[in-house]
C-alpha cells in the first residue's frame, strides 16, 4: 500500500520530474511547446476572502476555491502529457514534451487543444462564491513551440527550482502579452508548424488568436505513478526538496491544510548576461548564481520563491514573512 505522504508530496512538482524521480530516468524532452496560462481575479478574491472572514476562514476559503479552480485545469494539462513546471504569481506555466520520434505538428496540436480545454474548464468554474458577492476569474494563454533547456537549480537544503529558459520562453511570454482573456495566443512559427490545423480569429502585431484545431487532439494522459512498495522515506527525501519545508512538514504530519494568509514582503531582483541558447556551461553559471541569492536571502529569514524569464529578461522572486 502507498504511504499517503507520497503522492501528497508528488502534488506539488511537476509531473515529469516526479515520474523521473520515481523510474530513475531523465525524460526532459528538449524540444515541445511552452504554454503560460495567466489567471486575472485572484486580487479581487483574496480581497474579498480576507474581508469577509477571519483569517484561518479566509485561508481555508481561499484553498478551496483555488483547488475548484485549478483542479479541472491540472487535469486537462496531465490529459494531455503536459507538465505544470511552476506557479508563477497568477500564472501557470507548462510543459508539453515532444516525444522521442514524435511529430512536431502533433505536439502542438497536443497543447492547443488542451489549451482550449482549459479554457473550457475556466469558463465553467471560474465564479467563485464569496461572502460579499461572487468574483469571476478569467484566464489568458500564450504558447511557442521550440527548444528549451532546463536545469535543477538550488540547494537541496534551501530547496530545487526547476527552471526552463531559452528563447522559446521569451516567445511563449510575448505571445501571451498579445493575448486579452479567453484568448489562446501563438507566433507566427508555431503557427506555420500547425499547418492546415491552424484556425486563426484575430492578428495582434504578428501574434495570433487560435482557435481550436481543426483536428483535435486525442488525449495522451501520463501512466499512473508506480509508487515502490516499502518505507516512503527514502524516496519522499528525494521529492522533499522540491517542496518548501514547512509545506513538506504539514503533508508529513498529515494534515490538509497547507494556506494560510499572512502579510509578506515580495521582492524582485533582476539580472543580465547569461547567454541561456548559446552557452554550453549557463547551467553551471545558473545555478552558481541561484544558490548564491538562496543563501544570502536565508541569511535575512527569507526565501527565494522563483526564477523567472521571458522577453522582459530573467528574474529572481524573493519573499520575506512566507514559510520557509
Known amino acids: 500500500m502507498t504511504d499517503p505522504l507520497l503522492p501528497a508530496v508528488a502534488a506539488f512538482i511537476p509531473r515529469d520530474r516526479v515520474m523521473a524521480i520515481v523510474q530513475e530516468t531523465r525524460p526532459f ?19 474579498a476572502l480576507t474581508q469577509g472572514l477571519r483569517p484561518d476562514e479566509g485561508a481555508e476559503e481561499l484553498t478551496r476555491a483555488l483547488g475548484a479552480v485549478f483542479t479541472p485545469l491540472i487535469a486537462e494539462i496531465h490529459a494531455f502529457h503536459g507538465s505544470v513546471i511552476k506557479f508563477g504569481g497568477d500564472a501557470l506555466i507548462v510543459w508539453f514534451g515532444r516525444p522521442h520520434r514524435g511529430h512536431r505538428q502533433t505536439t502542438i496540436r497536443r497543447a492547443l487543444t488542451a489549451a482550449w480545454r482549459m479554457q473550457q474548464a475556466m469558463a465553467a468554474h471560474g465564479q467563485v462564491p464569496t461572502p460579499i458577492g461572487p468574483v469571476t476569474l478569467r484566464m489568458k494563454i500564450g504558447l511557442a513551440y521550440g527548444r528549451i533547456r532546463r536545469f535543477r537549480l538550488g540547494d537541496a537544503a534551501l530547496g530545487y527550482e526547476d527552471a526552463l529558459v531559452g528563447d522559446t520562453l521569451d516567445r511563449m511570454a510575448a505571445a501571451e502579452h498579445h493575448a486579452e482573456p479567453g484568448d489562446i495566443v501563438t507566433d507566427a512559427p508555431t503557427l506555420d508548424l500547425l499547418g492546415d490545423d491552424a484556425v486563426v480569429t484575430a492578428w495582434r502585431e504578428g501574434f495570433a488568436v487560435v482557435a481550436r484545431p481543426r483536428r483535435p487532439a486525442r488525449p495522451f494522459p501520463w501512466p499512473p505513478i508506480l509508487w515502490p512498495a516499502g518505507p516512503p522515506d527514502a524516496l519522499a527525501q528525494r521529492l522533499a526538496p522540491y517542496v518548501p519545508g514547512p509545506v513538506y512538514e504539514t503533508l508529513r504530519a498529515g494534515r490538509a491544510q497547507v494556506a494560510e494568509l499572512k502579510p509578506v514582503v515580495s521582492l524582485f531582483v533582476q539580472f543580465h548576461g547569461l547567454a541561456y541558447d548559446t552557452d554550453p556551461a549557463v547551467g553551471d553559471k545558473l545555478q552558481r548564481y541561484f544558490v548564491t541569492a538562496q543563501q544570502i536571502v536565508a541569511r535575512y529569514g527569507g526565501r527565494l520563491n522563483r526564477l523567472i524569464t521571458g522577453d522582459k529578461g530573467s528574474l529572481i522572486h524573493v519573499i520575506f514573512g512566507a514559510p520557509r
Open 29 to 47: 524532452p528538449p524540444t515541445g511547446v511552452a504554454l503560460i496560462a495567466d489567471i486575472s481575479g485572484f486580487t479581487p478574491l483574496t480581497e
